[in-house]
Structure formats: structure tokens, C-alpha cells
């Protein structure tokens, strides 16, 4: 036994601790592929020791994957392992080497894992099984099988890969698939519910077309179809047999059966429809085949618009008013003799009460009597003069002298009037200033007494009316403002035809409902326009706006100064 001093005992330690240093750095150099060779001194001599299983490049390959890889024994012990393996379990690489490799197997994969390794030994193979690192966590992995033969005897090589992203790549994909099945499903419910619609519509559109034509065929009037851009793509059998054309030959030859005197005129109007998507309507002659003759037609159209407001097409008719029209001009001619007819006893009847009304020493009551049938006759001889009035409209005939007028003067003075003649209503005139047209002083007079006339008629409550007169971009403007019972937007559309009245479901107002168009004729006569603004118990606003006359200075200055003069002598 050899003795050891207790002075030699830091040299050996420090001998001891270098070549375990020395041991150590051997073996992490045979591990990363640094040597592939030794040499031990022993009692033999040195002696040269070769890794002949290790290649370096394999080793260094195998250290920097990215896959696992372990050398399993026929124990299944593991000889080596590389960092990745040892990184994927969870475990220090050095407490690696020499475990069991079954250890790392999950529970339900070790029966698979048994066939795996049993098929590695015999040849290359490939499966998936499941590892559990030191979490107890189950990881899914591909393990590649290959035998090796070392000296130490026969190897296994096993390449682990990491199948956790695939296999949640998977789960989603399959999640996905599910869900595309779904809306595959649901597509196929709407598809074949859309198939049902569609052949619903269809059918429904069929008939809904086939009643069109066979209304539009079976009543008098023509009718026709175009498309949103005015082009004609459809007429009734009316259309065919009034003008003997094709539809070929009358969308060629439209010019051939309208009257020349009224087709530019009704194309320009057609046109303007179209353009400005507003309603047609407009009276022309068409010729009518069986005997050549020009008959007057009123043809009228409206559009058609979906649900986003866009025309899909145009809808219109034309109807045969011949002989309505000729009723209309008998009418009107009757109208025209009786009140010429009625002029002249009236005129002696009015000077016989006036007689009779001047005689001194009448009774009272027959003074009375005389009076009421003064006021009688005032108002047949206003309503004849009316008659008289749209007699000449319709002749065209309709002419007055025109003079420079103040609207403003005009105004003042009707509103004077008007608070002597309906001393129960309350007459305001807002604006001030002169406002100079050219126009007849006692036609306009008519037409503002006319729109006062009508508001105290509309009126019966609320006894406030307001005449108001402005100047508005080049135009002068009266409007007649009450507080009356109002009207309708589809009687606004009309209250300015001939012989139309608003009857308020609880107000019926006497007349004939003349006086408007009447008015409305003066101030077309004029180059003026016409307008109205209602609404239901919310009174009513008639207007009409002329064209401003361009003054001389001149006569503007002498028209100042003659008023000046005038009132220096008041």
C-alpha cells in the first residue's frame, strides 16, 4: 500500500483534477465530431483507439437538425442523443444517454410503438406515435426507423419529428372543411330555394305578362311600352289595327301617322319626358287607317322605376278624345252664344233696377227688394263675364292692350277694395316699393281680386288674408296668402283647369271653377307663371310672377316728379 504524505496530497488532488478535465474535454470532443481517433497510454504501451462508427460530418449534421435523433441498442437503451431530442422531452442531454427510450412513450402508443420498432429492426420503416416529456405532456411524433451495425454490435437509428404544428394545422383544416361543409350545405338549401323563387317569379311574370297583353288588346285605347331610354319596344293590338302598320314599319315610319302639324311638337315633348324623367302628356292627331282620317288623340306616359329608383322602363297610352274634343267645342260655342245671349237683356234688366232704384218716395221695403236684386245681377253679370272670358281663352281670342303697370299701386288699391267689399275679414299687405311690368292694369286687378275672391271663399273661420308683393331674381311676385281650409296635393295638380273644383270633404264651396283658370290664362297672356302651395286645414298660398319691365330714368324721373306734384296739390 502505498503511503501518501500529507504534503503530497494537493499535487495528486490537482493531477486527479486536470485529467478529469482532461476526460471531460475528450469526451465533448469525440461527441461533437471534433476527434475520430485516441490514443491511450497503458500498461502495454500506447494504444490507437478509432471511432469507427462516428463520421464527423454525419455527427455535426445530426447535432444542428432540427429533428430528434437517438441510437437505441437492442435493449432499447438509448446510446446517444442529439441536443434537439433532449430539448424536445424537456431533460438535460447528459441525463439522456442511458435511459430507456420506452420511458418517453406515451400510454396509449405503446402497443403501436411495439409493431413500429419490431418492423425498425427489420428494415427502414416510418410511423407516428406519442411521446410524453417531463410535463407529462403528450406530443405527437413521426419516427423514422434505420439499423445500424457498429462494433459494439447491431444499432437502432430513430429521426423523431415534431408533428404538433401539423397536426393543429389539421385540427384547423378539419375545423374548416366542417365549416365549409356547412355553408356548402347551406348554399345548397339557398340555391335550390333561390331555384324554387326563380321558377315562381318566372311563372308569375309570365302570367302577369300574359294579363298585360291580353288587357292591353282588349281595351279601346292604344297602348305602348319603351325602354328606359325611350326607345319603343312594344305596342297593343289597337296600336296595329288603328294605323295598319308592322312594328317593323312603325318604328320606321312613326312620322307617317302623326299629324304634321303636331309631330315636332309631340316628339320635342317626348323627348323632354324622357330627359328630365317627368310625366308625358301631350294631345297630337293620328291618322287612322281604314278611312285616312286625323283623329286627336291624348297620349300620356310615365315612367316605371325599381327599388333604387332607376326607370326600367316607360308605360303609356293613347286615347281617342275626337269626340270628346268636338263635345267640348259645341259646349264651349253653346257657352260663347248664351252668354253673348244673356249680355243684352241683363244689361237692360241692371238699367231698369238702376231706374227703378233712383225713383224718390219708394218704399222701404221695396228699396230693399231692388238692392238684393242689384247684387244678384252683379253676380250674374260676373259670372256671365266669366263665361264670355273662357269662351275667348279657348278661341284664342283672348287680347288686351298692355301698358306699363305698378304692381305695388295695383296691390294697395285691391287690398282697399277688398276690406270695403268683406268687412268681416281682416286684409294685410306686406311688401313695399314699386315693382314696374308691362300688362293690362285692370286684367291684373282681376286676377289678384279673383285669388282674393277665392281665399275668403276657402276661408270661413279664419278671417286673415295677406297680399304680399316682392321682387324675386327678374320677376315681380304677388302672392294671396289665408289661413283657409287647403287642399290636396292631387287637387293642387289640377285647381288651375278649367271648371275644377277643390270640394274639402267638409267644406263645398259654390262656383263654377272658373275664376283660376281664368286668372291663370291672364298671367299666361302675360309671359307669367302660376303656382300654388297647400296643404290640408293649413291654408293656401296662390301666387303669380311676371317679368319686371325695363324703365327709362327718364320716365322713371318723371313718373317721381308728376308724383310729387300731385301730392303738393293733395
Request: glycine fraction near 6%; hydrophobic fraction near 35%.
Amino acid at each position: 500500500m502505498k503511503t501518501v504524505s500529507y504534503d503530497t496530497i494537493p499535487a495528486e488532488l490537482e493531477e486527479l483534477r486536470l485529467k478529469l478535465q482532461e476526460a471531460t474535454d475528450t469526451l465533448e470532443a469525440i461527441r461533437t465530431g471534433q476527434v475520430d481517433a485516441l490514443v491511450v497510454k497503458d500498461g502495454d504501451g500506447h494504444q490507437l483507439y478509432t471511432l469507427k462508427s462516428a463520421d464527423q460530418t454525419y455527427r455535426v449534421l445530426i447535432e444542428k437538425m432540427k429533428e430528434g435523433a437517438v441510437t437505441l441498442n437492442c435493449d432499447e437503451i438509448i446510446l446517444y442523443s442529439n441536443s434537439q431530442f433532449a430539448s424536445m422531452i424537456g431533460l438535460p442531454l447528459a441525463n439522456v444517454t442511458g435511459l430507456r427510450f420506452t420511458d418517453f412513450i406515451a400510454e396509449k402508443s405503446k402497443e403501436s410503438f411495439r409493431d413500429l420498432i419490431k418492423k425498425g429492426w427489420e428494415s427502414d420503416s416510418k410511423g407516428e406515435v406519442l411521446l410524453i416529456n417531463k410535463n407529462n405532456d403528450e406530443i405527437p411524433f413521426l419516427l423514422s426507423f434505420t439499423s445500424l451495425e457498429l462494433d459494439e454490435g447491431q444499432a437502432l437509428s430513430i429521426i423523431l419529428t415534431d408533428l404538433s404544428l401539423q397536426k393543429e394545422n389539421e385540427k384547423q383544416l378539419q375545423q374548416k372543411n366542417i365549416q365549409l361543409e356547412e355553408a356548402r350545405y347551406a348554399l345548397t338549401k339557398i340555391n335550390e330555394h333561390l331555384e324554387e323563387l326563380v321558377t315562381e317569379r318566372t311563372r308569375e311574370l309570365f302570367l302577369s305578362r300574359e294579363h298585360f297583353r291580353f288587357l292591353a288588346d282588349n281595351i279601346p285605347v292604344i297602348v305602348w311600352t319603351t325602354r328606359p331610354d325611350g326607345t319603343t319596344d312594344y305596342f297593343n293590338k289597337q296600336w296595329f289595327e288603328y294605323t295598319g302598320l308592322s312594328f317593323e314599319q312603325s318604328m320606321k315610319s312613326m312620322e307617317s301617322v302623326i299629324h304634321p302639324d303636331d309631330f315636332n311638337s309631340a316628339l320635342a315633348a317626348w323627348e323632354e319626358a324622357v330627359k328630365h324623367e317627368k310625366i308625358f302628356e301631350r294631345e297630337y292627331r293620328l291618322k287612322r287607317a281604314i278611312d285616312g282620317a286625323y283623329r286627336w288623340h291624348l297620349g300620356k306616359g310615365q315612367a316605371f322605376r325599381d327599388e333604387a329608383g332607376h326607370i326600367i322602363a316607360w308605360f303609356g297610352t293613347s286615347t281617342d278624345i275626337e269626340d270628346q274634343k268636338k263635345e267640348i267645342e259645341r259646349k264651349d260655342e253653346f257657352i260663347s252664344v248664351a252668354s253673348h245671349e244673356l249680355k243684352t237683356p241683363l244689361t237692360s234688366l241692371k238699367g231698369y233696377m238702376q231706374l227703378m232704384q233712383s225713383q224718390p218716395q219708394l218704399p222701404d221695403d221695396t228699396k230693399l227688394y231692388i238692392s238684393k236684386g242689384n247684387i244678384s245681377v252683379n253676380k250674374l253679370q260676373h259670372l256671365i263675364n266669366d263665361l264670355l272670358d273662357v269662351s275667348k281663352i279657348k278661341a284664342g281670342k283672348l287680347e288686351f292692350d298692355k301698358n306699363l303697370v305698378d304692381l305695388d299701386s295695383l296691390v294697395e288699391n285691391c287690398v282697399e277694395n277688398s276690406n270695403y267689399m268683406y268687412p268681416g275679414y281682416r286684409f294685410t299687405k306686406e311688401g313695399k316699393g314699386s315693382v314696374m311690368v308691362i300688362g293690362n292694369a285692370e286684367r291684373l286687378e282681376q286676377v289678384i281680386m279673383n285669388l282674393v275672391n277665392n281665399a275668403v271663399k276657402y276661408s270661413p273661420n279664419k278671417h286673415a288674408i295677406t297680399v304680399q308683393i316682392e321682387k324675386t331674381n327678374d320677376c315681380g311676385k304677388v302672392s294671396v296668402i289665408d289661413e283657409g281650409v287647403g287642399m290636396s296635393a292631387a287637387d293642387q295638380k289640377r285647381i288651375l283647369e278649367r271648371f275644377y273644383r277643390s270640394d274639402h270633404n267638409k267644406f263645398i264651396a259654390s262656383g263654377l271653377g272658373m275664376g283660376l283658370y281664368i286668372s291663370a290664362e291672364i298671367v299666361k297672356e302675360h309671359n307669367g307663371t302660376m303656382s300654388v302651395r297647400s296643404k290640408l286645414n293649413d291654408g293656401s298660398v296662390f301666387s303669380f310672377s311676371l317679368p319686371l319691365a325695363e324703365v327709362p330714368k327718364k320716365t322713371a324721373n318723371s313718373t317721381s316728379k308728376r308724383k310729387s306734384s300731385m301730392d303738393g296739390q293733395k
